[in-house]
């Protein structure tokens, strides 16, 4: 049987031939220091998992609205509102299966067969093969790292045809930790406002911002052509239990509504409950002990004069590491088989010649890490 265009055109994956060597040393009983955890290393706060076990005795176990529990929805509504300043009501709130589907509904909800998506470069993995699976074009807008990797927005203008449909903006940044200051936002709002584009405005890493505020593209655009993705997956260390949600002009929210209530109907109906616990949970012990580390890894890789981006947040760092090894997977495969450390190849992101160390592990680890990554470079 043929397998669909769309699928076929999705290309392999940047990361399986060391990820495939980091298990085989693994088997061997090696001791690899894995640095690409995509997910904090903090348990669930024991709030969240107390109100699952009291929703699984209560027999809260049945189908339950496909767009989330109203209630969750009323308290996503309210906490947007208020956080971002933008009024909004429950009817534009769809609660899904991490930020990743709400990204996915919400390109569904507007992209056609050869419609165009501007992706900015360094790019989370997903957004390409989800616009390829749509059998519409992904055009990438580069950006650099002497500029902190921040876009030029006349680059964005450049890149955009008839066939353009939306513009996606990731802030915090996975994988540069870049944070978008505001008047760059504000810049794509206008752009966007001008060829009447929609933006997703991929917000995942919200909580986790170290040296300023969060400006959210959804209070700049003040809920104008924005769907704003979030979920609890990084903030609240719940990346297992698949609860995210997009916030939408009303009519993009019914037909995301409409494309998740036939592709999987509700999310788990327990995650719904226990994700109204989190609205009542500090996590600001994560975000202050994600500081410290990234503290210590900027000192350990400045000591190292290794070249890096200081990450303004989420939990990753990208180090350049053209000067050692052009092609960046080479790089992580001679490091994981030398020195026994996992890295991201910077490839995987369209980061060409960099590599991703993330910081959601332990210092003691990111030390010995950072140890031996120094060991390598000097040989
Ligand atoms: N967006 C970005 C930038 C991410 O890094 C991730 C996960 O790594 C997601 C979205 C998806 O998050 P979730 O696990 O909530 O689906």
């Known amino acids: 049987m043929q397998i669909s265009m769309n699928v076929s055109s999705i290309p392999a994956s940047k990361t399986l031939e060391v990820n495939a060597l980091a298990q085989e040393l693994k088997k061997k009983g090696v001791d ?3 640095l690409t955890a995509g997910e904090p290393d903090f348990p669930t706060p024991s ?12 027999g809260f176990t049945k189908y339950t609205d496909s767009s989330g529990i109203p209630e969750l929805r009323e308290m996503i509504a309210k906490h947007v509102s208020k956080k971002f300043k933008v009024p909004c009501t429950a009817n534009q709130v769809v609660v899904s299966n991490g930020g990743k589907q709400a990204i996915f509904n919400a390109l569904a909800s507007v992209i056609s067969q050869n419609d165009e998506v501007i992706i900015i470069d360094p790019c989370w993995v997903s ?15 580069k950006t650099q790292f002497e500029k902190e990797f921040i876009p030029n927005p006349e680059e ?4 955009i045809s008839p066939a353009t449909k939306v513009i996606i903006v990731n802030s915090p940044n996975n994988p540069t930790g870049t944070v978008y200051d505001e008047k760059t936002l504000y810049e794509i709002y206008e752009i966007a406002k001008k060829y009447d584009l929609l933006i997703i405005s991929d917000e995942v890493y919200e909580p986790l911002v170290y040296d300023t505020d969060h400006i959210s593209l959804f209070s700049i655009s003040k809920g104008d052509r924005t769907v704003l993705v979030n979920a609890f997956s990084k ?13 939408a002009p009303i009519e993009i929210a019914r037909a995301a509504a409409k494309i998740q209530g036939h592709l999987t109907s509700n999310i788990n109906s327990i995650t719904q409950y226990a994700a109204l616990k989190a609205f009542e949970v500090d996590t600001t012990y994560m975000k202050d002990r994600f500081r410290k580390r990234r503290d210590l890894v900027c000192s350990m890789l400045s000591e190292l004069k290794l070249n890096y981006l200081r990450p303004k947040g989420a939990f990753y760092v990208l180090i350049d590491v053209r000067e050692f090894e052009q092609d960046d997977v080479q790089f992580c495969m001679k490091l994981l088989n030398d020195q026994h450390v996992a890295l991201v190849p910077g490839s995987a992101f369209n980061a060409q010649g960099f590599v991703r160390l993330s910081f959601a592990t332990s210092e003691d680890l990111l030390k010995k890490g950072i140890d031996r990554i120094g060991k390598f470079i000097r040989r």
């Open 32 to 34: 690899v220091v894995n």
């Open 47 to 58: 709030p969240i998992v107390d109100a699952a076990i009291e929703a699984l005795k209560m």
């Open 127 to 141: 957004y390409e093969p989800m616009v390829l699976l749509l059998g519409a074009k992904a055009v990438h807008v």
């Open 156 to 159: 964005i203008e450049k890149s």
């Open 235 to 247: 903030s609240h260390s719940m990346t297992g239990w698949r609860i995210g949600y997009l916030v």
